[in-house]
């Protein structure tokens, strides 16, 4: 049972302020809930930043118990009820891998190398499973009643059940959050300049994005803009698309570190948000209400969004120096910086991470419901290093552009997902699957084994080699090059790392120290 909201607000107060979560936050004796005390709306513009972090970070690593309102007895991850009311998802069926909850943490997935990491494939994440109620391994779940048919009320089978997903990292994701917010702002601002009749090419921190066109009708032509998921794309006569950059999930869709959140809480853990589901509200059937509240939530969002970006380990050797010297040079030579362009400026003091989201769907704190809160995450106050600002601009090496790529070769090729994500459930073009993802980031990217989108690939060299459709001529690029040449750009990426906790540089030798010449490495 949740403690009532009356007087726990001044004793969360007391807690945060004294940077502890100690006997005052235990609950009552014989208690067993992870979180006995939450935040209350509106203490988080009253603790500090720091105290606010160290808060979401034990909500990220909290093990949710049904005392916190675990689990969504009649509901499904997507947030509707289930379909078949009298099959409950309670012991024996309160957990599963597909259709979840699955996991009593955010931490249990996000943990490679640290807390906020990716995840070994053990912790992959079934995407779009969590639209049925209960469907597991077994194929006779198929053909089961309670949610084992598809939109179109036709039976499902385990292959176009769910997509699987590596657990991505979120180390630096406020860095990414604020430039998908900026490239936004830009390509609207574009959009906004159209006038019937004509066509301006979609271009932002130099990557383009297509063009956009404007009938003379005043209706819009999204044919020939390029790399944006079918969301961003949506225009209905003279409705235009909204345009919006979508950071987050490997199919890029998903705008902001907060929606990120509130989805997870439910869809995994079965833990639902005030914001979303409504405050005294039981949803799930749980008899647990207001399980987390706006200030949970916004804590657990900044938490992810000061994660230190990640940075470079250089080897102490001579001879991998030069390695890694010559393989980035050739990473982009063969073309591999196209896509994954090294650094992206942020600009116009970007790097004030802010909640919420102005471009947060509904369900999601907007603008307007809540005072805005603000983080500099250049601060030397938050968990370092930071990235800091030159002349007036953030470089963020996250090595990508923000664009969905069909980087696969057709139906036929293994990599192809068997489901869109981005296309309406049961709709022709859903099950027709697809091969776009959004370009890795690569910062960060070889101490979160294993690799590929789907996270079966043991090695990077596997996964460049993968490579296709779009990006054919650099995989072709990569295998003409000699054989030591390409053992020099893996190497380069060896040296792309999340940095051990408290390091003194982004860039850092084997042994932590911080890299004395920056330029010889």
């Known amino acids: 049972m949740r403690l009532s909201r009356t007087g726990v607000s001044a004793l969360a107060l007391i807690v945060c302020s004294a940077g502890v979560w100690g006997s005052t936050s235990r609950g009552r004796i014989g208690q067993e809930s992870a979180i006995p005390v939450h935040l209350q709306d509106g203490d988080e513009y009253r603790v500090s930043i720091r105290d606010l972090i160290e808060y979401g970070k034990r909500l990220f690593t909290a093990m949710w118990t049904i005392q916190d309102g675990a689990g969504r007895p009649l509901s499904k991850g997507t947030g509707a009820p289930l379909s078949d009311l009298s099959r409950p998802l309670v012991f024996p069926r309160n957990f599963n891998r597909i259709s979840g909850p699955d996991t009593n943490s955010c931490s249990g997935c996000h943990n490679k190398p640290y807390v906020g990491g990716g995840g070994d494939i053990v912790g992959n994440v079934f995407v779009l499973g969590q639209r049925f109620d209960f469907i597991t391994f077994n194929p006779a779940d198929a053909t089961l009643t309670g949610g084992a048919f598809d939109e179109r009320g036709l039976p499902v089978t385990l292959q176009t059940v769910a997509d699987s997903r590596k657990t991505i990292g979120m180390f630096g994701s406020g860095y990414i959050e604020m430039l998908a917010r900026q490239i936004t702002a830009d390509l609207q601002s574009i959009r906004d300049s159209i006038a019937p009749g004509q066509t301006r090419p979609l271009v932002s921190k130099g990557i383009s994005f297509g063009s956009l066109s404007r009938r003379n009708n005043g209706s819009w032509d999204v044919s020939n803009v390029e790399g944006l998921p079918a969301p961003s794309l949506q225009t209905s006569g003279t409705v235009p698309p909204n345009l919006i950059i979508r950071p987050f999930h490997q199919a890029g869709n998903v705008i902001s570190l907060r929606q990120f959140t509130n ?259």
């Open 263 to 521: 989805n997870a809480f439910n869809h995994h853990h079965g833990m639902q948000a005030e914001e979303r589901f409504g405050i005294g509200v039981d949803s799930d059937g749980d008899a647990v209400v207001n399980e987390l509240t706006r200030a949970d939530i916004t804590a657990a969002t900044v938490f992810q969004a000061t994660l230190p970006p990640p940075g470079r380990v250089i080897p102490d050797d001579p001879e991998f120096q030069a390695a890694v010297r010559i393989g980035e040079d050739r990473f982009s030579k063969i073309g591999c910086a196209t896509c994954h362009i090294p650094a992206l400026p942020l600009t116009n003091r970007g790097w004030i991470y802010t909640e919420p989201n102005p471009y947060n769907p509904p369900g999601n704190l907007q603008p307007g419901d809540a005072s805005q809160l603000s983080v500099d995450l250049t601060s030397d106050d938050l968990p370092g290093p930071r990235l800091k600002p030159t002349n007036g601009v953030v470089w963020v090496p996250a090595f990508t552009d923000f664009k969905l790529h069909d980087i696969t070769d057709g139906l036929n090729d293994p990599n192809r997902e068997p489901l869109d994500q981005n296309q309406t459930p049961g709709t022709e073009e859903f099950f027709a699957g697809s091969g776009k993802f959004i370009t890795r980031k690569l910062w960060g990217i070889a101490n979160q084994h294993s690799f590929g989108h789907h996270g079966m690939y043991t090695t990077m060299r596997e996964a460049v080699l993968a490579h296709a459709g779009e990006a054919a001529n650099s995989r072709a690029n990569f295998t003409w090059v000699t054989s030591y040449e390409q053992d020099c750009v893996i190497e380069f990426l060896k040296s792309l790392q999340i940095l051990p906790p408290n390091s003194s540089s982004l860039l850092i030798e084997d042994g932590g120290a911080a890299k004395v010449n920056p330029s010889r490495h």
